[in-house]
DNA sequence: AAGAATGATTGACC
DNA sequence: GGTCAATCATTCTT
């Protein structure tokens, strides 16, 4: 019985089920709430819950019509047996015909609600599966969050919030972002180096004005610089290191690729 | 139209 | 539960 297993697991079984309706609480609290994708999702559960309000109006007013149509023909045999006998049996019959010809329309009416249920559900996953590129804007400031931590590229909970706010996507995009970002850079460094020095010279910049407004007189140029490479926590430090730095300062304007420091095996964590 | 880029999904791992 | 790696599916670029 898929099609019932469907309305049930949508919720779209009535109360006239009667014990039914306790498996229906079972299989919607089974179903779990997938609470995330907020705007597109609440947008579907409305027009399920759309679907399901006409198909309860539906259901009561089919229920409606075969009671008066009963009582209909009941009338009706009530004035032949003045002419003919009835007898009980041929009344049953008559009762029965109009209760199979309604629940069979109301079968039709489930199977219908069924179909648009399942249109709904297809929609809603397409528009989940299309994807749109993040804006240019959005890409900028993930980019510069992962260049400026290039040591250690994994954002916070909270990191991830904020950057999420920032850019207008959700926080699991912004985890998808980073997943997609550090496998891919690992893989190919070379191709990102460009943007690394790139983001790498924005920041640069932006933290030498901060400089140059706090300490006028310094020789100080070396500003904060991302890392080269991101690598494996315990190696953090060690390739942290100033030397590494001024490295990285040298190749970002000569547009030199500096060796990438990765272990052999691991992980990134 | 083909290939590259990119966001999302999935399964395995720890 | 978060991440990696492979892969899918769509969008962008050439």
Partial sequence: MRLDNMLLAEGVAGPEKGGGSAAAAAAAAAAGSPT????????????????????????????????????????????????????????????????????????????????????????????????????????????????????????????????????????????????NKRIRYKKNIGKFQEEANLYAAKTAVTAAHAAAAAVQNSQTNSPTTPNSGFQMKDEEFQLDSAENKNTLLTNMFTGGYPAPCYQSDGRIQ
């Fill in 36 to 179: 995330d994708n907020s705007i597109e999702h609440s947008d579907y559960r409305a027009k399920l819950s759309q679907i399901r309000q006409i198909y309860h109006t539906e259901l009561e007013k089919y229920e409606q019509a075969c009671n008066e149509f009963t009582t209909h023909v009941m009338n009706l045999l009530r004035e032949q047996s003045r002419t003919r006998p009835i007898s009980p049996k041929e009344i049953e019959r008559m009762v029965s015909i109009i209760h199979r010809k309604f629940s069979s329309i109301q079968m039709q009416l489930k199977q219908s609600t069924c179909e648009a249920v399942m249109i709904l559900r297809s929609r809603f996953l397409d528009a989940r599966r299309k994807r749109r590129n993040f804006s240019k804007q959005a890409t900028e400031i993930l980019n510069e969050y992962f260049y400026s931590h290039l040591s250690n590229p994994y954002p916070s909970e909270e990191a991830k919030e904020e950057l999420a706010k920032k850019c207008s996507i959700t926080v699991s995009q912004v985890s998808n972002w980073f997943g």
